[in-house]
């Protein structure tokens, strides 16, 4: 029997499962830097002179970017209530949080949008009706990738996403004070369906956001690629969120290195998954070689992005697969902890390597406004997410399968 | 407690003391009721510093491991390594063999194309590591292992089902017979029993049936690689099998053969009469023939574009199709008429290739129609063979296009040059 | 916490219900067995008489043709395959999700495996019409002129895939039968049965249960099972490229690897229910294969549908959204053309069929459950031949286009293959122990009974 079993017979006390004032100062500060990062990002766009095109690409990548994580964590909600989980009982508050962050999403989807709908051409190559008039295969798909049909599909997915993580969050929070068992009946046989919509949603958002930057391009297993790199984002956060917090002084009785074993092996599969989705992608496009396919990799293979793409395979799945194979690497919460940090750096990556090249095909350009863009959309995440479920116990604390968390040993 | 013993041994033949044999006593055996006594017994016989002693359950007890201090298997480890080798043998294998020992060309993929062979390493890293595992496993468990003294013990045979038992092993250095029996009993032993088994020449030596099979398997075992070896070192001049006729003895006709299913007797066939291939119709004169309403075509078919692109494309196949004879400059004087010339030809009846540009010449090719050149370059004429199967309709009409430009610039006067070009005429 | 008398008789109870299957005199084996058997052996026999004038004849013998090269052959192997990987999921990617309801299955579905690998094996082989060349051409040994096999090709990652499969899921179910063997071993010993005693005690290679052995037994139990598992989504990837890597349209679609994959679990589960639902009423397993391990099983068929149904909304959203016309055509094609019923059964079994599973009744409804899954395996076959018949009677060329039809060859060839993989998994059923029952007495709650309190 471990020391750690003798020490949760008794919980941690109520202040130390919430955050208390210390919501409104991330709150404040999230909001802040946000929206400092953000305008001076706006302004160096449009500095810049190029009808903010370069402030686009960096923008989508944030916005993207924090959208995975977001997704990633209504898939941990989803999947747990699904399965009917036992072990991930503990991190599924911090989870529900995180969702909370998709009303700011939605802000942030509309600075996207809007521009889009006012005629701006800077972003995505279909939104230019003299390109399109000129060019057959978008002439042809023309009904499903125009401006009013994306702005609506937008709506559809934040509609569907906010719906779906205000549905659980706010169950899972009223069962904290009724601790009625129906509740988590109830989710359990939403979850089915939910997953569906999740699904579709996340999927059509991968196409449409992503895979639309390259319109003439087109792989039936993007939308599962994104999701991909939306689950490791999701485990490697919880980590990080529950080292910091421990580190605070909260939850350390109740999560446990059993928990962040568990969370190492979550992110080390998706990491594998991810390599899998990705080499699948790469392999099947470049083994036949058609050409309307291959425009996707072929800036990625032979220009300066051939390193980056070499950057990804092996910084992205090789290092990180062998590094956190060790059960002493996931069972120590602060190495655990740093690798999630260089994960969530490499799916950044990820994602500037899959958006930046429709902006510059032959090289490689970094931008401070791309890390003004992600530090900006990060900090109003926080602010939404802390605005939703800034208040809530960090714990469900009286999920009926908590107990079992708490207790739960890896063999 | 003897009694109990006697009831309890396996009934064998072996237990009579034959000559040469001896008994050894191998050790106490101790049952418990439940895995939770095994666990607290097994805790107490590890402190008190026994070595040589194992716990025995019908199913892996959770907890049993620290209970009997086992320290941790070395088995990840060789797993890993064997993985290791699984990758670098299949990346070995695959360059070797298909990008230095004889190279393969398939659809003009690198030779060594990494992402083509991640799928066979993937294979072998897991089939290295399985049998790693697997091999691994067993050799440190030194299993097979048929025969322990253990098995003596008739009321051992629960272990497999539902007992759970302790046994301690005289070999250990802190075994003493009183005090390693009492403490078993102290910790909640259900019953404590010596094992011994007795041993003769007999038992010690492999059983001859079994001596047998092995060695008649393994003879046999190796007939089909004497078979191998034999065939594949001699020759032989009798005819191979058939064993599937079809396969060698075919119901097909092969080109210039006999065939007697038709009256000519031949195996190749013309065409059927009346019939076009896909593709073949080419009912466009214009484009096909060079003809409009059944007379030579002055315009250029509208297939064609008329640009500069088509133009230098035209000046490439010329160069490639006509100038040997007709010369660079379309006046008859190609290389062919040079060396006809040089080894005496004309006195033989060489006629020259047409020029194409001379207006004053008896066949004025200027004045032909754009169709009439296109029949000539087609089909021919005079010793000029005709040219259609080796250059496609589209090019034919791109030399017509380039020639035509090669005439207007044989017989341009100043006014068909442009005003801003004139200066560097002169 | 049970005491020790009561987890005693559990485990006791485990022991003789499963081991009386191996341990019963013929004459009390089930009738239902007998006839089960007696007409999967006709089927088999068929199967051997198909191959027979197969290798004889030749491949004309089946309805393949130009355009059609691949047909009811390639069709089968993959429905096979994809049958196997329940086994494997069960054994080894439930395991390592800690599901303890899988120890009462698993023993079976990897038996299941490994009989539908070796079924499946049998296409590959054969549809090459000389299978004897096809051995020696595969495997990397240089043929004449020294010309090594091309390992570029999917069709060559197919054989290290699948021999890697098989190879695996022997070693892994091998592993997990030694300590049930030992105890079939123990129980012949015991009632003077020394002949079968001798012959289960050398495949259990002297196990005896030692606290040391079960040690390094769990790792390696765990490192394949760890293995195992990307093991199975590799090996339906391969056999997808085998489609995918190519340019034909309705073929070359990124998603092939994990939809086959999800595919194959779907198909390979409702096989799954198929044979256990009949065995436990049979042999009297209903304490061990509850009614709630069942459940969770119609639960995991439905939640594979919905991935396949998601991989077939994406596969026609994409081809409409590239625009190419080849690739729109051919899922026009499917839907409406020449073979639209095979493609509206293959919908209807695989995205209608499972709905049926959102409702508590049909999860326990034995009859239900088993003609659902029945529909579910006849959808994924369809599955498979749709795929392969669309593509293949339809390609770019339309003086290539014509109407595919199987000949009683096929037929035979596929009857047989059921056949052989029946036959197999009755023979299991008798002599070796169906159920994992060290793994069911881990898995229950008296597994750390008695002993003085809580340790």
Known sequence: MSSFESAISSHDPPDRLTLGPAALRLKGLGLAVGVVCMAVAIVWGLAIGDDMRRFFHSYLLAFTYFLSIALGALFYVVIHHLVSATWSVVFRRLAEIITGAFPALFVLMLGLVLPILAGSHSLFLWTDSDVVAHDHVLLVKQSYLNAPFFAVRMLIYFAVWMWMSRYFMKRSVQQDETGDVALSNRLRRVSGPAMIAYALTTAWAGFDLLMSLTPHWFSTIFGVYYFAGAAISIYCLLAIFSFALQRSGRMTRTISPEHYHDLGKMANSFTLFWAYIGFSQFMLIWAANIPEETTFFRPRMFTEWKWASLVLIIFHFVVPFVGMMSRHVKRNPPVLAAWAVYMLLLHAFDLFWVIMPAYSPDAIVFHPMDVLCLIGAGGICLFGALSVGGNVKLLAVRDPRLEASIRFINQ | ?426 | MSSAAEASKFFQGVTDTVCDIVERPWRRMPKAWYIALAISSCAAGLLLVALTYLVFTGIGIWGNNNSEGWAWDITNFVFWIGIGHAGTLISAILFLMRQKWRTSINRAAEAMTIFAVMTAGIFPLFHTGRPWFAVYWLLPLPNDMSVWPQFRSPLMWDVFAVSTYLTVSVLFWYVGLVPDVATLRDRFAERGQKLRAAIYGVLAMGWRGSGRQWHRFEKAYLILAALSTPLVLSVHSVVSFDFAVGQAPGWHTTIFPPYFVAGAIFSGFAMVLTLMIPARYLFGLKDIVRADHIEAMCKIILATGMMVGFSYATEYFIAWYGGNPYERFTFFNRAFGPFWWSAWIMMTCNVVVPQAFWFKWCRTNPFVIVFLCLLVNVGMWFERFVIICTSLTRTWTPSSWHYFKPTIWDGFTLIGSFGLFFTLFLIFLRFLPAVAMFEVKVASEHHHAGGSGHH
């Open chain 2, 1 to 426: 407690m003897a009694s109990d013993e006697l009831d309890n041994e396996v009934t064998a033949e072996s237990d009579m003391l034959l000559p040469g044999s001896e008994t050894v006593f191998y050790g106490l055996l101790a049952e418990y009721d439940s895995p939770g006594a095994l666990l607290q017994a097994a805790e107490q016989v590890r402190d008190a510093g026994y070595e040589k002693w194992d716990c025995h359950a019908p199913y892996p007890v959770h907890g049993l491991d620290p209970a009997m201090g086992i320290r941790s298997t070395i088995l990840p480890v060789l797993v890993f390594a064997g993985g290791i080798t699984g990758t670098a043998t299949a990346i070995l294998m695959q360059w070797w063999m298909n990008a230095r020992a004889w190279q393969w060309v398939a659809s003009g993929k690198p030779y060594f194309s990494v992402a083509q062979q991640i799928p066979i390493a993937f294979e072998l890293t897991v089939l290295f590591s399985a049998f790693t595992a697997f091999w691994g496993m067993w050799f440190l468990n030194k299993l097979p292992q048929v025969w322990h003294p253990l098995f003596r013990k008739k009321r051992f045979l629960k272990a497999s089902s539902n007992g759970f038992f302790i046994s301690v092993e005289s070999q250990d250095p802190s075994f003493r017979r009183a005090d390693t029996e009492k403490l078993l009993r102290e910790a909640g032993a259900v019953a404590v029993e010596e094992v011994s088994y007795t041993t003769s020449p007999e038992q010690r030596n492999v059983p001859r049936p079994l001596l047998g099979f092995i060695l008649l398997t393994t003879v046999l075992a190796l007939v089909p690689f004497a078979f191998i070896a034999k065939y594949r070192t001699t020759h032989s001049d009798k005819p191979h099998f058939y064993i599937v006729g079809d396969m060698d003895f075919q119901q097909k006709r092969r080109p210039q053969s006999e065939s007697d299913v038709f009256a000519d007797s031949r195996a190749d066939r013309v065409g059927v009469a009346g019939t076009v291939a896909r593709g073949e119709l080419k009912e466009d004169d214009h484009f096909y023939r060079g003809l409009v309403d059944g007379e030579w075509a002055t315009t250029f078919p509208p297939q064609l574009e008329i640009s500069e692109r088509r133009m230098r494309e035209g000046e490439e196949r010329f160069q490639i199709y006509c100038t040997p004879c007709h010369g660079q400059a379309a006046a008859g004087n190609g290389m062919i008429h040079q060396r006809a010339m040089a080894v005496g030809a004309g006195a033989t009846g060489w006629v020259q290739p047409l020029n194409l540009v001379d207006t004053t010449a008896q066949l004025n090719v200027v004045r032909q129609p754009h169709g009439q050149i296109f029949n000539t370059i087609s089909n021919g004429i005079r010793t000029m063979p005709g040219y259609k199967s080796q250059i496609p309709e589209m090019d034919r009409w791109k030399i017509v296009l380039y020639l035509r430009a090669i005439q207007r610039s044989r017989n341009a006067s100043i006014e068909d040059v442009p005003p801003s070009k004139r200066p560097a005429l002169r």
